[in-house]
C-alpha cells in the first residue's frame, strides 16, 4: 500500500541501558519554570550518563544514541503538573528517564530503512518506556507500579521506570531448553510450550516438560528475588505487579510472584496484585482481522498503540 509516513523502532534489552534521574532545584523566592531552563538541566544529566556508557559500556570511546531524555513527572512545590512551564514555584522537581544505544546499531537500522523506504522520520524508543506509556493510558493505575518483560531473551524488571533490573532468562531461554530436549525446532518448542499451558499435551511428553517447566520456574523466581531486592533498595514497592510476554500459563509465573517471600517488598507487607497483560486487554482498541482476534501480538499491539500516540 506504499512506504509508511513515519516509523517507529523499539529497543527491547540487552540493546539499550537506561536511568531515570531526578532533578531538584529549591529557592527562596518563586522562580518561573522556562523550557530552555529545564533543557539545560537535561542536558547536564545526559552528559553524565553518557559518562556511564563509556565506562561501562563502550571500549571503543564512541558516542551513544540518545534514545530518550524525556519528563516522565514533575511537581511543582510538590504537587504534579503535566505543564509546568510558564508557571512560578519556590521547589521543582522533574523525574527523567533517559536511555542510551550504540549508535552503530541505530545508524545500521537507518541505512536499512533509506534503502527500503526512502528518507523516512524514524523515532527511536525503549520497550520500558513505551510500555509505561500504553499501561497510563490504557489501565490508569493509581500511584507506582511494577512490569516484568519476559517475552525474549531476557527479563526486564522495571519500577515505573525509577529502575530498570534486567537478568538473561527469559521466555526465549526455556524454549531453548524445550527445543534441546525434544529434538525439534525453536517454533515447534513453543508451540510445546503452549500445549502444556493449556492442558492439551499427551501423557509422555508431559513427563519429559515438566522437568524443564519446574526448573525454570525455580531458576525465574531466584533471579526476580535477587531483583526485586534490588529495587526495593529505593524502599517499600507498590503491590501492583503487571507480567508481560508469557503468551501460555505453562510456568505459571503469576503464583511465582504471588509468593509470600515477595510480600516483604511491598508498601503494606501484602503480596503482590499481579496481573498480566495479554491481547485482550487491548483488542477494543483495534480492528481485527477474525484470525488475529484472539491471537494478537501483545508487544506488537502495544508498540502500534504508541505509535498512534506520538505520531498524531
Same mark, same amino acid.
Given at each position: 500500500?506504499?512506504?509508511?509516513?513515519?516509523?517507529?523502532?523499539?529497543?527491547?534489552?540487552?540493546?539499550?541501558?537506561?536511568?531515570?534521574?531526578?532533578?531538584?532545584?529549591?529557592?527562596?523566592?518563586?522562580?518561573?519554570?522556562?523550557?530552555?531552563?529545564?533543557?539545560?538541566?537535561?542536558?547536564?544529566?545526559?552528559?553524565?550518563?553518557?559518562?556511564?556508557?563509556?565506562?561501562?559500556?563502550?571500549?571503543?570511546?564512541?558516542?551513544?544514541?540518545?534514545? /530518550?531524555?524525556?519528563?516522565?513527572?514533575?511537581?511543582?512545590?510538590?504537587?504534579?503538573?503535566?505543564?509546568?512551564?510558564?508557571? $512560578?514555584?519556590?521547589?521543582?522537581?522533574?523525574?527523567?528517564?533517559?536511555?542510551?544505544?550504540?549508535?552503530?546499531?541505530?545508524?545500521?537500522?537507518?541505512?536499512?530503512?533509506?534503502?527500503?523506504?526512502?528518507?523516512?522520520?524514524?523515532?527511536?524508543?525503549?520497550?520500558?518506556?513505551?510500555?509505561?506509556?500504553?499501561?497510563?493510558?490504557?489501565?490508569?493505575? /493509581?500511584?507506582?507500579?511494577?512490569?516484568?518483560?519476559?517475552?525474549?531473551?531476557? !527479563?526486564?524488571?522495571?519500577?515505573?521506570?525509577?529502575?530498570?533490573?534486567?537478568?538473561?532468562?527469559?521466555?526465549? !531461554?526455556?524454549? $531453548?531448553?524445550?527445543?534441546?530436549?525434544?529434538?525439534?525446532?525453536?517454533?515447534?518448542?513453543?508451540?510445546?510450550?503452549?500445549? @502444556?499451558?493449556?492442558? $492439551?499435551?499427551?501423557?509422555?511428553?508431559?513427563?519429559?516438560?515438566?522437568?524443564?517447566?519446574?526448573?525454570?520456574?525455580?531458576?525465574?523466581?531466584?533471579?526476580?528475588?535477587?531483583?526485586?531486592? /534490588?529495587?526495593?533498595?529505593?524502599?517499600?514497592?507498590?503491590?501492583?505487579?503487571?507480567?508481560?510476554?508469557?503468551?501460555?500459563?505453562?510456568?505459571?509465573?503469576?503464583?511465582?510472584?504471588?509468593?509470600? @517471600?515477595?510480600?516483604?517488598?511491598?508498601?503494606?507487607?501484602? !503480596?503482590?496484585?499481579?496481573?498480566?497483560?495479554?491481547?485482550?486487554?487491548?483488542?477494543?482498541?483495534?480492528? @481485527?482481522?477474525?484470525?488475529?482476534?484472539?491471537?494478537?501480538?501483545?508487544?506488537?499491539?502495544?508498540?502500534?498503540?504508541?505509535?498512534?500516540?506520538?505520531?498524531?
Amino acid at each position: 500500500s506504499g512506504r509508511p509516513d513515519k516509523i517507529l523502532c523499539v529497543f527491547s534489552s540487552p540493546w539499550f541501558i537506561s536511568q531515570t534521574r531526578i532533578i531538584s532545584l529549591k529557592k527562596d523566592e518563586p522562580f518561573e519554570i522556562k523550557k530552555g531552563f529545564l533543557e539545560k538541566l537535561i542536558d547536564a544529566e545526559v552528559k553524565t550518563f553518557k559518562g556511564r556508557w563509556q565506562s561501562e559500556v563502550s571500549r571503543s570511546g564512541e558516542d551513544p544514541e540518545v534514545f /530518550e531524555r524525556n519528563p516522565m513527572k514533575v511537581t511543582l512545590n510538590g504537587y504534579p503538573t503535566k505543564k509546568p512551564f510558564g508557571k $512560578r514555584a519556590k521547589e521543582l522537581k522533574a523525574y527523567i528517564y533517559m536511555s542510551l544505544g550504540m549508535k552503530e546499531i541505530a545508524d545500521e537500522i537507518r541505512n536499512i530503512i533509506l534503502e527500503n523506504f526512502g528518507n523516512r522520520p524514524i523515532s527511536f524508543h525503549t520497550l520500558p518506556f513505551v510500555v509505561s506509556s500504553v499501561l497510563d493510558d490504557v489501565i490508569h493505575p /493509581e500511584g507506582g507500579y511494577i512490569f516484568a518483560d519476559i517475552g525474549g531473551e531476557m !527479563s526486564d524488571i522495571s519500577l515505573v521506570l525509577e529502575e530498570t533490573v534486567s537478568f538473561p532468562f527469559g521466555r526465549n !531461554s526455556i524454549l $531453548r531448553k524445550i527445543s534441546s530436549e525434544f529434538k525439534t525446532s525453536f517454533n515447534e518448542a513453543s508451540s510445546l510450550a503452549e500445549k @502444556f499451558g493449556s492442558g $492439551r499435551m499427551n501423557a509422555s511428553d508431559i513427563e519429559k516438560i515438566t522437568p524443564i517447566m519446574e526448573g525454570a520456574k525455580k531458576e525465574w523466581t531466584v533471579l526476580l528475588r535477587k531483583a526485586l531486592i /534490588e529495587l526495593s533498595g529505593r524502599g517499600p514497592l507498590s503491590k501492583d505487579f503487571f507480567l508481560i510476554g508469557c503468551k501460555d500459563n505453562s510456568l505459571n509465573l503469576i503464583d511465582c510472584v504471588k509468593d509470600d @517471600f515477595f510480600s516483604r517488598f511491598t508498601i503494606l507487607g501484602s !503480596s503482590f496484585d499481579v496481573r498480566q497483560i495479554l491481547p485482550g486487554a487491548l483488542k477494543h482498541y483495534f480492528n @481485527f482481522k477474525k484470525t488475529l482476534k484472539n491471537d494478537g501480538d501483545v508487544f506488537l499491539m502495544i508498540e502500534s498503540f504508541f505509535a498512534d500516540k506520538i505520531f498524531k
